[in-house]
């Protein structure tokens, strides 16, 4: 178990310097969304690397831990999905403030959950209230109508993948939290194999395809 703490900080690791030193040779409207990602990618190694050592000394890594990681994390990447529709089009601000204020809600629940502050079965429901709206935007709401009338191609592809992996990462995390503190019986090696696949699927991955974006897209902007 403590392997895949390793590994995942050294991906993490990678992940931060690819996009570090690729985003100058990127069109400069997508520099911004890359070395966002590269954000995202450094700070989760920090605090996998800090989640290593409490691992090795304790066998076991709370949820608090690696909720002050998402706590920045998250907002970034709503920061991701703003950027990648402003590449598309005109996008309002209100998007953007809803987007936020459901991924603070969401990461809000989880930490007083985990940490007793509020009851863990409160928690719970309350957590997981922000996905589904986050994901009615990227399916139904304002997103899902930018994106259909773009009609730039490698955004859309772009786009796509990203509410993908939104829909599926954000999914682990629920699961994680319900094993966790109602589920009873579960391991904690188990657990925490369960967020670092999480964590590696909407951080790495979900920056890989901003990054596979940016280098279609024909702008001609680009800096050698």
């Known amino acids: 178990m403590g392997v895949s703490f390793w590994l995942i900080t050294l991906a993490m690791i990678g992940a ?4 570090f030193l690729e985003r100058r040779r990127l069109p400069t409207n997508w520099q911004a969304h890359v070395t966002v990602a590269g954000v995202v990618a450094l700070i989760s190694a920090i605090n996998y690397h800090f989640l290593t050592g409490i691992w090795v000394s304790a066998g076991n890594v709370s949820t608090v831990y690696r909720v002050v990681d998402w706590q920045l994390t998250v907002p970034l990447k709503v920061i991701s999905y703003h950027l990648v529709l402003t590449a598309m089009a005109a996008v309002s601000a209100a998007l953007f403030c809803r987007l936020l204020v459901s991924s603070a809600i969401m990461i809000a629940a989880a930490y007083l959950g985990a940490a007793n502050y509020l009851s863990p079965t409160l928690g719970f ?3 997981p209230a922000g996905g589904p709206y986050i994901l009615g935007e990227l399916y139904l709401g ?18 796509i993948a990203i509410r993908l992996i939104v829909t599926v990462g954000w999914a682990i995390y629920p699961l994680g939290y319900f094993m966790e503190h109602l589920g009873g019986g579960v391991d904690s090696g188990s657990i925490n194999l369960i967020y670092n696949l999480a964590d590696f699927l909407n951080k790495i991955a979900f920056g890989l395809v901003i990054y596979r974006a940016a280098v279609r897209d024909p702008a001609p902007e680009r800096r050698g």
Not at 16 to 19: G, K
Not at 143 to 156: D, H, L, R, V
């Open 125 to 127: 429901l309350v957590s």
């Open 16 to 19: 931060a310097a690819l996009f």
């Open 142 to 159: 304002e997103a899902s109508k930018i994106n259909a009338n773009s009609g730039k191609e490698w955004a859309q592809s772009a786009f």
